[in-house]
C-alpha cells in the first residue's frame, strides 16, 4: 500500500503557473511509477503526464507537452507537477497515482493508488 496526498491546486489567472506536489507514505516510494490525471465533472479521467520509477523517464499527454514538467525526489517520497501557461479549459481536480509498471502507462485503470485531488481553477 502507498497513500498519497496531493496539495498545491488554486486559482491562477490564464497563462499562469501551478506547482502540484504529491506527497507518499507507505511503501518504498522509488518502487513505484508515478502519474499525474486531471477529471472534469462528467467525463473520464485524463491522462496528463507519467514518471518512471528512476526519474530518467517522463511522457505527457500531447495537450500539456512544453508546458507541464512531472519531477520526482525519491528522498522526500514526493512528485511534483510543475503546470505553465495554464488555460482556463485546465480548470478541473487533478489526481496523483502510482503504479509499478516499467513501461510508460497512460490509462487510469493501469494504476493503483491514487490521492484525493486537487482543485485547480484557471480564470480567463
Known amino acids: 500500500q502507498v497513500q498519497l496526498v496531493e496539495s498545491g491546486g488554486g486559482l491562477v489567472q490564464a497563462g499562469g503557473s501551478l506547482r502540484l506536489s504529491c506527497a507518499a507514505s507507505g511503501r518504498t516510494f522509488g518502487n513505484f511509477r508515478m502519474g499525474w490525471f486531471r477529471q472534469a465533472p462528467g467525463k473520464e479521467r485524463e491522462f496528463v503526464a507519467t514518471i518512471s520509477r528512476s526519474t530518467c523517464n517522463t511522457y505527457y499527454a500531447d495537450s500539456v507537452k512544453g508546458r507541464f514538467t512531472i519531477s520526482r525526489d525519491n528522498a522526500k517520497n514526493t512528485v511534483i507537477l510543475q503546470m505553465n501557461s495554464l488555460k482556463p479549459k485546465e480548470t478541473t481536480v487533478y489526481y496523483c497515482?502510482?503504479?509499478?509498471?516499467?513501461?510508460?502507462?497512460?490509462?487510469?485503470?493501469?494504476?493503483?493508488?491514487w490521492g484525493q485531488g486537487t482543485q485547480v481553477t484557471v480564470s480567463s
Open positions: 497515482a502510482a503504479n509499478n509498471y516499467l513501461r510508460a502507462t497512460t490509462l487510469a485503470y493501469e494504476y493503483d493508488y
